[in-house]
């Protein structure tokens, strides 16, 4: 299902974002599809909103925790977790990488505001978007993912990279890694 345009987003560039030592977050190897687990295959291997893929699977909305942000001016970068808001279990690590010259400014507003996870605020605001899926990745989590999923370093996870074009152009460039099915 990996489509591509433009050059799938950087791995090590969104990581260094917010990890000084990669080992932190973890060991990653690109993985096809069909070598990942049915349950992380069904929720990384589509070209859909994760905010409303996990919702879905979970049965229940999330909400947005969010860790550590940059901003340069032209980009905003967050680090973040997905909870569940039933019971606020950890269900998506995520780092994005924003380039704001491509969203209205009140999308702009909502999402610094840091209440709302991303996907929601583009879909309520209609933004015209398309979910591109560059690459699955296999992730042996580091201690500070391990830390934040609450599993033992070492534990095998899934994770994807992708575009969201806005209005035609690449604006949100994704990490988004779920946490291991129970």
């Known amino acids: 299902m990996v489509t591509q345009q433009i050059p799938a ?19 990653i ?14 929720l ?12 879905d699977y979970h049965n229940c909305e999330v909400d947005v925790q969010v860790l550590e942000t940059l901003f340069d001016g032209q980009a905003y970068s967050r680090k973040i977790l997905l909870t569940k808001q039933t019971d606020s279990t950890v269900v998506q690590f995520g780092i994005v990488r924003l380039h704001f010259e491509f969203l209205a400014t009140h999308v ?17 605001h209609n933004v015209l978007r ?9 992730i042996q989590v580091g201690q500070d993912l391990a830390e934040l999923f609450r599993i ?4 095998i996870v899934y994770g994807r990279t992708a ?10 460039e994704l990490l988004e890694v779920v946490t291991p099915a129970p």
Not at 152 to 155: A, Q, S, V
Request: glycine share 4%; net charge negative.
């Open 9 to 27: 987003p950087d791995l090590e560039t969104l990581l260094s974002l917010f990890y000084q030592d990669i080992a932190q977050f973890g060991t």
């Open 29 to 42: 190897a690109a993985t096809p599809a069909d070598a990942m687990p049915a349950v992380a295959r069904k």
């Open 44 to 55: 990384l291997d589509h070209e859909h909103h994760m905010t409303v893929t996990v919702e």
């Open 108 to 124: 702009q507003q909502e999402i610094m505001a840091e209440e709302t996870p991303l996907g929601r605020i583009l879909i309520n």
């Open 130 to 138: 398309r979910v591109e899926l560059s690459q699955l990745w296999k």
């Open 152 to 155: 033992t370093p070492d534990t």
């Open 163 to 172: 575009w969201i074009y806005c209005n035609g152009e690449p604006a949100i």
